[in-house]
């Protein structure tokens, strides 16, 4: 009875909002006045990278002069879509997800979406978020940011009829569905070198929770870089946190226990770098005389920490837009979603950098 119900509340919303529809000036009416067919004005509207800017131009100019206004509600009942994606973030707190929210945000836009993000750390948990936003038809596709999620929590027998979805930064493994991301094991790498290049030989590492995805690979790249140079990883260096500044607070007050000190300490994120080096500055110890540190991602306070702060950079805004943008492209073209080849080959890598600034120097001290 309640389904029933459902479904005659849904055909009255949908006869309500075509009739209102139908006293404003139509498809049509815009077609007429750019001088191209409705199914080009669809697509220019819609999907504008598929037609040329000379006959996007022209749509557009003919939606103002007849002040044609797009209904999105009567489409999406009529595609049965809801006319949003879903952002999964963990610890929304957390400032490196600002510009990639950033990102998927500019490109939903100009696809006329809406961006809802859910944090998948709140007390309610993951699980049910994603059987709302996947099975409940809550949303039109999924990015994924948590890398602490399983494969369980995503699989089903009716694939077909979910939204898709499309992994960011972090990813679920053994999970078959693509991914943007960078190259975590060589950007730690880069870290580790530039303090090798510096004259360091006792490196430390603040690591980041044992269970995430980004840990292994950036950890791997850390003895990695260790291992070519002919050094050690000293196993009591080697520090385990979490993606936070209050870890970043408690690393440095393992690093101060220690006997034999490290000259140097590659931290897993910026955030626990910036929680390390404000400690060190509480307890007199001066960065980079006493330690140098290097840190990950290039959150905005990077350039502002004093000192400030040597790091990887990941290109986050691009990380959001390509994310978005290939999310979209699942949307279109849902046979795609059945191709394991295409999804596979679908995931992009992006280019990171190391960008040296004052937390670094060489070496003034024995360990």
């Known amino acids: 009875m309640k389904a029933e119900n459902r479904a005659e509340d849904l055909a009255a919303d949908q006869e309500r909002l075509l009739k209102v529809d139908a006293k404003l000036p ?15 004005v669809s697509r220019a509207l819609s999907q504008p990278d598929l037609v040329s800017a000379e006959t996007r131009a022209a749509v557009l100019a003919a939606v103002a002069e007849t002040g044609y206004r797009m209904n999105l509600a009567a489409r999406n009942l009529r595609r049965k879509q809801t006319g949003s994606i879903v952002v999964l973030v963990p610890h929304l707190s957390n400032p490196f997800f600002s510009l990639i929210l950033s990102g998927i945000a500019k490109v939903a836009s100009e696809a006329g979406l809406n961006v809802l993000v859910a944090d998948t750390r709140e007390p309610d948990g993951a699980d049910r978020q994603i059987a709302e936003y ?57 870290a ?71 000259t140097a300490v590659f931290c897993f994120s910026d955030a626990m770098a910036c929680g390390f080096i404000s400690q060190l500055n509480r307890r007199g110890i001066r960065v980079p005389d006493d330690v140098s540190v290097v840190g990950f991602d290039d959150i905005d306070i990077a350039a502002h920490l004093i000192p400030p702060l040597t790091t990887i950079r990941q290109p986050r805004a691009l990380i959001g837009e390509t994310a978005a943008a290939l999310l979209l492209q699942l949307m279109r ?29 060489k070496p003034r001290r024995a360990p």
């Open 192 to 262: 580790v070198e530039h303090l090798i290049a510096l004259g360091h030989r006792h490196i430390g590492h603040v690591a980041g929770p044992s269970d995430n995805v980004l840990t292994r690979q950036r950890a791997g790249g850390f003895r990695d870089a260790l291992a070519e140079a002919g050094l050690p990883t000293v196993e009591h260096w080697f520090i385990q946190g979490d993606f936070t500044l209050r870890s970043g607070v408690a690393a440095a007050e393992r690093w101060l226990a220690l006997d034999d000190r490290p």
């Open 26 to 40: 139509r498809i049509r009416d815009v077609a007429r006045v750019a001088g191209v067919s409705t199914a080009t």
């Open 333 to 361: 073209l849902p046979e795609m979603r059945e191709d394991a080849a295409a999804m596979k080959q679908m995931g992009k890598i992006l280019p990171l950098e190391l960008v040296v600034r004052d937390s670094t120097a």
């Open 134 to 190: 996947l099975y409940n038809n809550r949303s039109d596709g999924l990015i994924v940011l948590d890398g602490n999620l399983t494969e369980a929590m995503f699989s089903g027998d009716d694939r077909k009829g979910r939204p898709p979805v499309m992994f960011a930064c972090e990813w679920v493994e053994d999970y078959d569905q693509p991914a943007v991301t960078v190259d975590n094991r060589h950007g730690a790498r880069l």
